[in-house]
């Protein structure tokens, strides 16, 4: 358990034996730094409780705290703000208790079993900056929940059903007529695909221009959506070998992003369960026939603004987003009985995921006690604060926009590394470093700007001046240990820097709880930097490897290795990995 999280149940213990009823004692960060560490709050709601003056309760509540030797400047504010900061010995002891490891140190959230359904590629189609957020996001908050305790089965949710399907495949009949899977007394025979994964990237705009300019093109996509819908042996068979061909571009983006998944499925997966899933709503009266299309209604009367019906089957029997998502649900729910799933998708498929939760919901397919949650996010601009495109007017892939940051981690590259191998890998981490921090540094739901030259700069709230320093603690840590220390006593405190630096620290299971709740990683980002450059203004302020001072000299390799501890595992939820050099 956390040092807080038991100062707050002794708390709470305390104020209860006052004769009080109470849930609850928050310790707050203070508002007012002049004033204490934290704050206190609670006298206010128990003096509305108990009819009587809040300063009187708190005046009965410093009392005790005054006896606690954990607590001094204990003060009261206001009408009832109690302020304390913690002693010395305090804050020793808490970072002995951090000394023994971060895991131990921080409070698990009660296990549950989460889906996590990001990523949400789309084969045949490049990936996108909107990708990017889902992935950054997706696999910080898969990491963070698993830290936290809960199982977490991370699902990649290809996009592999709609239209794109239709389009290619025409455009391959177009290009390649000859190939064995048109032939109409195809029986399933082996082939090799005659394109490479650069001609996919310029097939699929080319038959998607294609359709939106010929009517007689779109319809005949559609057709062909529907035939691969509905199991067509040859459509299907390239349909397979060219989303294996674009898997392997995904793939790849995907590792360079420390993006893995548990689940590669897709939409088409869905497709086994939508028979039963159809049959089941029928059975329980949940669908209608309107214009052909099949479709169900989820109005609650509770509803302020209209709530369109759910469209599950299209009037020419083809299925689309709304009925994969919720045949997925079906399936999962039957394979694994998640306690939770998440959603990862832009705010705008916010209706989207409200009509499936609500058909998910109303046909009993998850029970009250299943949370869905859609997990909305913004857009990442480009510098002009319009969406991302490329120095040529063009959309900004997620490929084209990695290559760009790279650009600006390798100019800032130190001169000593020229092993070009070496040079271009580390290049890279920065870069990731770079990307995943600016885009977990806004709360999740915000559009933000995306600036490459000031996210990949080493001063600053960046992916870059978090490695550096971390790579300087781990540099310290080493030569320390050159000058034989192998485990740092914790013996005394120099002055508030020193103590702010451990203020900082034991924050931190707030911070992961908050991220948690909000399921947004904003918290993290800004703490990685607090504690950061907490740390690095007591680094320029004293010598720590030339102290004279053994006591103190111990003392800051213990603070220096758990907050470089504290800063690999917060770097690792966020995905980002750590040179050993840069
Ligand atoms: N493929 C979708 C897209 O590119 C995202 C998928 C999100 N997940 C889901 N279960 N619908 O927008």
């Known amino acids: 358990m956390s040092i807080l999280k038991q100062v707050e149940i002794d708390l709470t213990k305390m104020v209860q034996q006052l004769g009080y009823t109470i849930e609850k004692i928050n310790l707050q960060p203070s508002g007012r730094p002049e004033l204490g560490e934290f704050q206190i709050n609670e006298a206010f709601q128990l003096g509305k409780e108990n009819h009587c003056n809040p300063r009187e309760i708190a005046e009965k509540i410093t009392t005790e705290l005054e006896k ?45 079993k989460i889906i996590i359904d990001y990523g949400g590629a789309n084969v045949a189609k490049t990936l996108h900056v909107g990708h990017l957020r889902s992935a950054n996001i997706g696999e910080a908050l898969k990491r963070l929940a698993k830290k936290l305790g809960c199982d977490v089965i991370a699902d990649a949710h290809l996009g592999d059903s709609g239209l794109q399907s239709g389009m290619v495949v025409s455009e391959m009949k177009e290009r390649y007529p000859e190939l064995i899977c ?88 869905s497709f086994a369960y939508i028979p039963d899933m159809l049959k089941e709503l029928e059975e329980k009266h949940l669908l209608e026939i309107s214009e052909g299309a099949t479709i169900m209604d989820i109005r609650e009367e509770t509803d302020k603004k209209e709530m369109p019906p759910i469209i599950l089957v299209k009037g020419n029997g083809g299925y689309i987003y709304e ?19 998440w959603y990862l998708a832009d705010n705008r498929q916010d209706l989207h995921f409200r009509q499936v939760f609500r058909a998910s919901n109303k046909a009993k397919f998850t029970t009250e006690a299943t949370k869905l949650e859609f997990i909305g996010f913004g857009t990442m601009n480009g510098p002009d604060g319009k969406p991302f495109k490329t120095r040529d007017g063009g959309v900004m892939t997620l490929g084209s926009l990695i290559d760009l940051v790279n650009e600006e981690t390798t100019k800032r590259l130190n001169p000593m590394i020229t092993d070009p191998e070496e040079k271009k890998q580390i290049a890279k981490m920065i870069a990731i470093s770079a990307l995943k921090y600016a885009d977990l540094l806004p709360y999740r739901a915000t559009d933000y700007v995306f600036e490459p030259s000031k996210f990949a700069d080493l001063e600053g709230k960046t992916g870059p001046y978090l490695l550096y320093s971390t790579i ?73 490897l030339t102290s004279k001072d053994e006591e103190l000299k111990t003392t800051w390799l213990a603070m220096t290795e758990v907050v470089c501890k504290t800063n690999l595992f917060l770097l690792d939820i966020l995905g980002i990995s750590v040179p050993e050099k840069m």
């Open 472 to 544: 300087r603690m781990k540099s310290l840590l080493r030569k320390a240990k050159e000058n034989g220390y192998e485990t740092y006593e914790v013996k005394k405190l120099k002055n508030d820097t020193d103590k702010n630096v451990l203020l900082t620290l034991i924050s931190l299971p707030k911070v992961l709880k908050k991220a948690f709740d909000t399921k947004s990683l904003n918290d993290i980002t800004e703490f990685l930097y607090k504690l950061t450059s907490t740390y690095n203004k007591f680094y320029s302020e004293n010598h720590i």
């Open 323 to 341: 009925t994969t998502d919720l045949a997925t649900i079906y399936g999962r729910m039957k394979r694994f009985q998640p306690d939770e799933i």
């Open 68 to 112: 606690d030797g954990r607590f001094q400047n204990i003060n009261i504010a206001g009408a009832g703000f109690i302020n304390i900061s913690f002693t010395e010995e305090f804050y020793k002891q808490s970072l002995i208790e951090m000394q023994k490891g971060i895991e131990n140190s921080i409070d698990k959230e009660p296990k549950k």
């Open 182 to 269: 048109f032939q109409e007394n195809y029986q399933g025979e082996d082939f090799d695909l005659p394109i490479t994964n650069e001609d996919l990237s310029i097939i699929y705009p080319e038959a998607s221009r294609k359709a939106k300019a010929n009517e007689d093109k779109m319809e005949e996509a559609r057709e062909l959506t529907l035939e691969i819908q509905k199991g067509h042996p040859g459509y299907n068979a390239l349909w397979n070998k060219i989303k294996d061909l674009s898997l392997i571009d995904i793939r790849r983006i995907y590792q360079d992003l420390n993006t893995s998944f548990d689940l590669w499925e897709g939409e088409l997966d």
